[in-house]
T-cell receptor
């Protein structure tokens, strides 16, 4: 069975601070995919990133960066120089491959950026 | 390119009533998913279609929930009769293909259901 744990329920930081959202996963699949989604107050899930299990390179996209460590089964997400528009609920998710594509989500981390 | 469309956006019903939600996926997307998101939780898959066939409905409460995608395009999710614990946001998502590494799912805005 697949499982995603986001231990941080809520985080508040002051604008321009850096913040890291933690994600730990469990799976028996040898090939799997990890995702981060953003859910702003409007409710729509916005795709941020997808990584496959064979690519452990860290990725940076503007103020966003992701640290994938297979050894600790973690896929953490860092926002640098946070902005008020970053306030949202962030979900980490996991899917398998070849017939197991359904997304298993964590419980989410509510991030509040204080102006 | 138009995104995933869902209607209605909001619905309030009393327990034991019936309700239906509609989803139109992104054009050309073969795979369609329905997720249930209870307040404070992550979305949970209810059912997954590949074209008009069901791939996974293991977490669908089949005594009260049903879903169909008759022509392999749009889909309807029904609850009959509704219970208080069905209050949630129902999210529809679609992806281009199944059994592929390119399996990003695109989500619609959701239908927020309140059962009184």
């Amino acid at each position: 069975a697949q499982k995603v744990t986001q231990a941080q329920t809520e985080i508040s930081v002051v604008e321009k601070e850096d913040v890291t959202l933690d994600c730990v996963y469990e799976t028996r699949d040898t090939t799997y995919y990890l995702f981060w989604y953003k859910q702003p107050p409007s409710g729509e899930l916005v795709f941020l990133i997808r990584r496959n299990s064979f690519d452990e390179q860290n990725e940076i996209s503007g103020r966003y960066s992701w640290n994938f460590q297979k050894s600790t089964s973690s896929f953490n997400f860092t926002i640098t120089a946070s902005q008020v528009v970053d306030s949202a609920v962030y979900f980490c998710a996991l899917s398998g491959n070849f017939g197991n594509e359904k997304l298993t989500f964590g419980t989410g981390t509510r991030l509040t950026i204080i102006p | 390119e138009a995104g995933v469309a869902q209607s209605p956006r909001y619905k309030i019903i009393e327990k034991r009533q019936s309700v239906a939600f509609w989803c139109n996926p992104i054009s050309g997307h073969a795979t369609l998913y329905w997720y249930q998101q209870i307040l404070g939780q992550g979305p949970k898959l209810l059912i997954q279609f590949q074209n008009n066939g069901v791939v996974d409905d293991s977490q669908l409460p089949k005594d009260r929930f049903s879903a169909e995608r008759l022509k392999g395009v749009d889909s309807t999710l029904k609850i009959q009769p509704a219970k208080l614990e069905d209050s949630a946001v129902y999210l529809c998502a679609s992806s281009l293909v199944l059994l592929s590494a390119d399996n990003e799912q695109f989500f619609g805005p959701g239908t927020r259901l309140t059962v009184l």
